[in-house]
């Protein structure tokens, strides 16, 4: 499924089963494995953007997660000072991070800081960790202070679709120590709505649940446009008939859970 499908009236469609494990809302933890392997047509190297700082050359991510953290990287002025240090990861290279981390650091800090291989966000190219450029570099946590250009990144990354996926008050909930260097792409205007209200993704997917297309919808009003959201359990069978609030353009993510999370977006017209 496109990000973005533009439809001009009300109407049905229909999902796989399959389609609840893809799309930029998947919830990816120690109980929610992933659950497709993402498509090489899905991804795109950071290499087509020379201005961005990587790693390793040839380092991927999902395409729209790549624009817009390109946009926020120009936005915040971080180009000259913030590496991109890890994207997208195999199942296998997910492993030998693990296992590596296993051997060097112990199994208490791998546990707090490293994934267990299946259950890696990285695996859906839709995170990334970064760090600061100019310092001695930690793969596993890289430095990422609270300040500068480093904060303005944070503090802009909701506009383009970014939360900060692991904060220290959330530790209980994402089983995941806080990591100031790792962030999940989501997209607009979930990544607003979540830090205006201080969710994470595991307490944003519980949320949404409880909008539904039947009845009051999760809505967004601004200046250029609202945004409605609710969600859409799955049916039993292979197929889950969806309805599609009238809109200029909609989208459909999968929660990777048990249903699917709609959003709608009804343009103002222009005065």
């Keep these: ?158 506009n383009y679709g970014f939360i900060l996926r692991y904060k220290k008050e959330k530790e209980s909930i994402t089983q995941i120590s806080h990591e100031p260097w790792h962030f999940r792409y989501v997209g607009y205007p979930h990544s607003r709505i979540m830090e205006e209200k201080d969710l994470c993704l595991e307490e944003y997917i519980d949320f949404v649940q409880t909008y539904r297309y039947s009845g009051e919808q999760l809505t967004l009003r601004e200046t250029n446009r609202t945004t409605k959201i609710y969600y859409v359990p799955a049916d039993k069978g292979d197929d889950t008939e969806i309805p599609i609030l009238t809109n200029d353009a909609y989208s459909i993510s999968g929660n990777n859970r048990d249903g699917f999370i709609i959003t709608t977006i009804s343009e103002h017209p222009k005065h």
């Excluded at 496109?2 to 229909?14: A, D, G, L, M, T």
């Excluded at 600061?132 to 430095?143: M, Q």
Aim: proline share 4%; hydrophobic share 35%.
């Design 1 to 158: 499924m496109k990000p973005f499908e533009v439809r001009q009236k009300h109407y049905n469609i229909r999902a796989s089963h399959e389609d609840i494990f893809r799309g930029e809302l998947v919830l990816v933890n120690r109980q929610h494995p992933v659950r497709l392997p993402v498509q090489a047509d899905q991804l795109r190297s950071l290499d087509v953007y020379p201005s961005i700082h990587q790693l390793d050359k040839g380092m991927r991510l999902d395409k729209q997660c790549l624009e817009q953290l390109y946009a926020l990287l120009k936005a915040c002025g971080g180009m000259d000072d913030i590496l991109a240090v890890s994207g997208y990861r195999t199942k296998e290279e997910q492993t030998r991070i693990y296992n590596d981390s296993l051997i060097e650091r112990g199994a208490d800090y791998t546990s707090q800081y490293v994934a267990w291989p299946g259950h890696s966000e990285h695996q859906t190219g839709l995170a990334i960790d970064v760090g600061r450029l100019k310092s001695k570099l930690d793969f596993i946590a890289p430095t990422f202070p609270d300040r500068g250009i480093y904060r303005s990144f944070r503090e802009q990354a909701a």
